[in-house]
């Protein structure tokens, strides 16, 4: 199952950088994930700096 980044997105890019397929880009009010892109890496939940990105 896809990552998924929940409400409490601060919108500061640091996620987006550490994605390796590029699944990870800025929406209107917050960053999303692509769900058919996404690998579960894991990698974009351990730097977000508020917890807002979830399995």
Do not use: H, L, R, W
């Not at 929406?27 to 700096?49: H, L, N, W």
């Amino acid at each position: 199952m896809a990552y998924k980044i929940n409400d409490s997105c601060i919108s500061c890019g640091t996620c987006e950088g550490e994605c390796p397929v590029e699944a990870i880009s800025a929406g209107d009010s917050q960053f999303v994930i692509d769900a058919d892109s996404c690998i579960d890496c894991g990698a974009c939940s351990a730097v977000c700096p508020v917890s807002a990105i979830e399995a």
